[in-house]
T-cell receptor, first 115, second 109 residues
Framework: EAQVTQNPRYLITVTGKKLTVTCSQNMNHEYMSWYRQDPGLGLRQIYYSMNVEVTDKGDVPEGYKVSRKEKRNFPLILESPSPNQTSLYFC??????????????FGSGTRLTVV | KNEVEQSPQNLTAQEGEFITINCSYSVGISALHWLQQHPGGGIVSLFMLSSGKKKHGRLIATINIQEKHSSLHITASHPRDSAVYICAVSANTGNQFYFGTGTSLTVIP
């Protein structure tokens, strides 16, 4: 089944404790991206990647890191989480053809709470 | 700054009604996407549009590039259509996505 798999689904952590949220896709998509969703603000893009070893900042990259060493994986790293990073996080991937994004597929989300 | 604006924010309809959700955007785009988010949180892509109109079952999406406006229509609405509908655009400079804050639709039997 074609899918984007995020782990974990739920995570409670303490301020300052490094964590990684994993994202993997099995569709050979070039484009992968991370978003956070907050009430009243909607979805906002954190980082995106056009292909292996190519990453770029979205709207809200502060406090986050990503890497794209393999095409299928795009982990999100919070080196020193803070309470304002409490949010619902989504990973997504897409086939990229020219400037069009086909088969835009989202993971199930990760609800992160930082205390 | 809100690159994408949706209206209405909330919508309640009786089963069978025709529903329209609107989206306006201020940036140059390569395409516009309509997404559906169910109460469990999962997000599904419904349409990608770069011009004209697309139809899938009871859902119709249109876009007017000159006016920077798109509409999502649901014909013969059903309670299972209850969800949040999100408009997103992929900018034609850079490769960023911008999202509206969503329209929460409730269809009452």
């Amino acid at each position: 089944e074609a899918q984007v798999t995020q782990n974990p689904r739920y995570l409670i952590t303490v301020t300052g404790k490094k964590l990684t949220v994993t994202c993997s896709q099995n569709m050979n998509h070039e484009y992968m991206s991370w978003y956070r969703q907050d009430p009243g603000l909607g979805l906002r893009q954190i980082y995106y990647s056009m292909n292996v070893e190519v990453t770029d900042k979205g709207d809200v990259p502060e406090g986050y890191k990503v890497s794209r060493k393999e095409k299928r994986n795009f982990p999100l790293i919070l080196e020193s989480p803070s309470p304002n990073q409490t949010s619902l996080y989504f990973c997504a991937s897409s086939l990229l053809s020219g400037q069009y994004y086909y088969g835009y597929t989202f993971g199930s989300g990760t609800r992160l709470t930082v205390v | 700054k809100n690159e994408v604006e949706q209206s209405p924010q909330n919508l309640t309809a009786q089963e069978g009604e025709f529903i329209t959700i609107n989206c306006s955007y201020s940036v140059g785009i390569s395409a516009l996407h309509w997404l559906q988010q169910h109460p469990g949180g999962g997000i599904v892509s419904l349409f990608m549009l770069s011009s004209g109109k697309k139809k899938h079952g009871r859902l119709i999406a249109t876009i007017n590039i000159q006016e920077k406006h798109s509409s999502l229509h649901i014909t013969a609405s059903h309670p299972r259509d209850s969800a949040v509908y999100i408009c997103a655009v992929s900018a034609n400079t850079g490769n960023q996505f911008y999202f509206g804050t969503g329209t929460s639709l409730t269809v009452i039997p």
